[in-house]
């Protein structure tokens, strides 16, 4: 492994110890906003409204703390939308597949903050963001959003937009003559008032555009570059040529699938999710239909991630030749890999053909069950120690990643980032 690949890792001020084949990212750091990095004292406000884009909101809440940004989310919920899932006033705003942010399930408040717009000053915000999604459309109409936005942009604050979440701007004057880009859904405007391009992020000065939900790993360094014009965050491409295979079981983690997911497109890597039935499903309307439900109301196929970006193969398909590490998410997809079966004798054959393989949460499980873990230093939810330490593994809830050998493991949720960089080192080191 090229020393520069750890080196990347340890900018933002994680602490990492390397012992041989063991690479322990370690101390108080993991899973929180770090304390260096291109947003480090950045305040970065994220406008929404309800049907705001789940899996935008899950990405910028791993990723803006990564660089060391504090992200606070601020509620439009005194417009009262879409009766079928109804504005719940503990919650604030719900997003397009159920997701509520006060904090974020599974994740809590490590990364991010959730309080409404009418009781913050723009002012003391560096950077605003409009996720993108149906929230657009629900907030572009209040004058409290468009005084924000303005009072922002006069305080120089960058703003961006990613997908439809750049109707505000377009609202507020902010595109006229900007180069940009955006999807359908804006598209058709920005051509006619803007400078369009097709492209992922467009920058001009303190306008930041994101053309969709895919782009969101792009948009977050595109904000970083923004305050930092010497950023290079050295991840994108890096993974090329590299094939991950996501296991997606019935009732995964959510944001364990699509987190990761953007970020091995990001990096280059050849994206597979692999299926497979499950003894039972909980959830009974699904019968019959050819779509994997996570957790939290996320499926495979992704809602927001064109298949031209992956391929969804059932796990039986799946040959050795067609994967060079595996990545079982957490949640229940575990337990249901584990009374299924047959995902379990996949995990051996892939152990034997000495493939990576990397789980987070309760991913550990299964691992596990089919004994391989004995001998294995490894981190996880709670949940996953005594199935860990009955088959012989070494379980530490103190590390937020660990690879060891042929294994990678990680934390929980707001540790998809060094779970992420975890794979990556142990996908690169020679």
């Not at 803007?194 to 992922?200: I, L, Q």
């Not at 053309?211 to 977050?220: C, G, K, L």
């Amino acid at each position: 492994m090229d020393k520069t690949v750890l080196e990347i890792v340890k900018q933002t001020g994680i602490d990492i110890v390397q012992d041989g084949d063991l690479v322990f990212w370690l101390g108080e750091y993991g899973g929180q906003t770090k304390p260096r990095g291109p947003l480090a004292g950045k305040k970065i406000a994220c406008l929404v409204g309800s049907e705001f884009s789940d899996f935008q909101a899950y990405y910028l809440a791993s990723y803006i703390g990564e660089f060391g940004g504090d992200l606070e989310f601020l509620c439009v919920d005194w417009v009262i939308y879409k009766f079928t899932r109804p504005n719940i006033k503990s919650k604030g705003v719900v997003g397009m597949w159920g997701l509520t942010l006060d904090p974020i399930p599974v994740m809590g408040p490590s990364k991010h903050t959730c309080k409404n717009l009418k009781d913050a000053a723009a002012k003391d915000y560096d950077a605003v963001v409009i996720l993108g999604g149906h929230s657009a459309d629900v907030i572009v109409t209040e004058i409290e959003v468009e005084d924000f936005l303005n009072t922002a942009a006069e305080n120089g604050a960058v703003i961006g937009g990613i997908g439809a979440g750049i109707m505000p701007l377009i609202r507020c004057g902010m595109m006229a003559g900007k180069a940009c880009t955006g999807n359908r859904l804006v598209d058709y405007m920005l051509k006619k008032i803007a400078n369009f391009e097709d492209s992922p992020v467009v920058i001009d000065g303190k306008i930041i555009t994101a053309r969709d939900t895919v782009d969101s790993p792009a948009f977050v360094r595109a904000i970083c570059q923004a305050f930092d014009p010497e950023f290079e965050d050295g991840r994108q491409g890096i993974l090329a040529g590299k094939k991950m295979l996501v296991i997606a079981g019935e009732d995964f983690e959510d944001i364990e699938l699509a987190v990761p997911v953007m970020e091995y497109i990001y990096r280059g890597a050849k994206v597979t999710l692999a299926t497979f039935t499950p003894v039972i499903r909980s959830r009974p309307p699904l019968v019959g239909l050819d779509v994997v439900q996570g957790n939290f109301g996320m499926s495979v196929p992704f809602q927001e991630i064109p298949e031209s970006y992956y391929t969804i193969k059932k796990l039986a398909d799946v040959r050795m030749d067609d994967i060079d590490a595996i990545q079982i998410p957490g949640a229940m997809c575990p337990y249901n890999m584990v009374e299924a079966g047959t995902p379990l004798e996949f995990l051996k054959q892939a152990d034997a053909a000495g493939k990576i393989i990397t789980y987070i949460c309760h991913g550990g499980i299964p691992v596990a069950a089919a004994d391989l873990i004995k001998g294995k230093k490894a981190t996880g939810w709670q949940a996953s120690k005594d199935s860990i330490e009955i088959m012989g593994g070494e379980y530490n809830e103190n590390w937020a990643a660990v690879v060891d050998g042929s294994q990678v493991s990680g934390r929980t949720p707001p540790e998809i980032p060094e779970y992420v960089d975890a794979i990556m080192v142990a996908l690169l080191r020679g």
